[in-house]
C-alpha cells in the first residue's frame, strides 16, 4: 500500500512522482496507456510560457522557478540515467508582438531578460527570416528540451527507486470515496487497487 497514488504518468505526474518520492514517500504512478506519451510527448519543449507578460504574477513565478530549476534536472536525470535530454538555452524569438512596452517592463520588473531588436538587428540575426516583420523580442535565456527524451529519462530514473511503482496499462475509472476521502480506486484490468 503507497502512500500517494497518482493518476496519469505524463510530465505533471513523473515530476510530482520525482518529488514525493524524493522525500522518501512511497509512491504508485497509475497510466492507462504509457507514461509520457501525450500531450508530454507532443509538446515542443519550450520551457517558458508564450508571451510570458501576459500572464498573471502567480504564473510569472512558478514559470520562473521552473526555468531556473530545469538546467539542474536535465543535468540529474543524464547523471541518473545516461539520458540526454537535449536541453539547451536557445532563446526565443517573438515577431512583432504588438505588446513591446508591456514586456520590458514585465522584464525588468521580473528581472528575466529581454531584448527588443529593430529591424535591422532582427535580419542580420535570423538572416533566413521571411521578409515582412519590423521588430523582434529576443529571450535569450529561454530553453528548449526534447520531451520525448525527457520523458524517457524520468521513467527510467523513477524505475531505479525502490519507494516508486509505475503501473502502465491502467486505467483509473471509479473511486470510492469515505467522506471527503478516496478509499479506494478502480483501475481497469488490474482489478481494485486500495489506497
Ligand atoms: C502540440 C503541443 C505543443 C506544446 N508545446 C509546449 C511547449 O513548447 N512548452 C510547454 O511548456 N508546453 C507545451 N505544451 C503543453 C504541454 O505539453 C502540456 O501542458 C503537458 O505535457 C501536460 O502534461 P500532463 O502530465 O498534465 O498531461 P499529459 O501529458 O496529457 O499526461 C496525462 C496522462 O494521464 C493519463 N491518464 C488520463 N486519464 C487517466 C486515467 N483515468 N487513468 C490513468 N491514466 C490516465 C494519460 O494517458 C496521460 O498519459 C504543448 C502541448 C501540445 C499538445
Known sequence: MSEFLIIGGGINGLLLARELSSTGAEVELVEKGECAREASWAGGGIVSPLYPWRYQ?????????AQDFYPQLARELREETGIDTEFQQCGLLMLDA??????????????????RLDTISLYRRETRLAPGFS????????ANIRNPRLGKAMVGSLRQRSNVKIREGCEVVDFNCIGEKINSVLVVHSGVLWI
Open 57 to 65: 504574477a502567480s504564473v510569472t513565478k512558478l514559470a520562473s522557478w
Open 98 to 115: 504588438d505588446d513591446e512596452a508591456e514586456a520590458l517592463t514585465w522584464a525588468e520588473l521580473n528581472s528575466r531578460k529581454i531584448e
Open 135 to 142: 521588430s523582434a523580442l529576443l529571450m535569450p535565456d529561454v
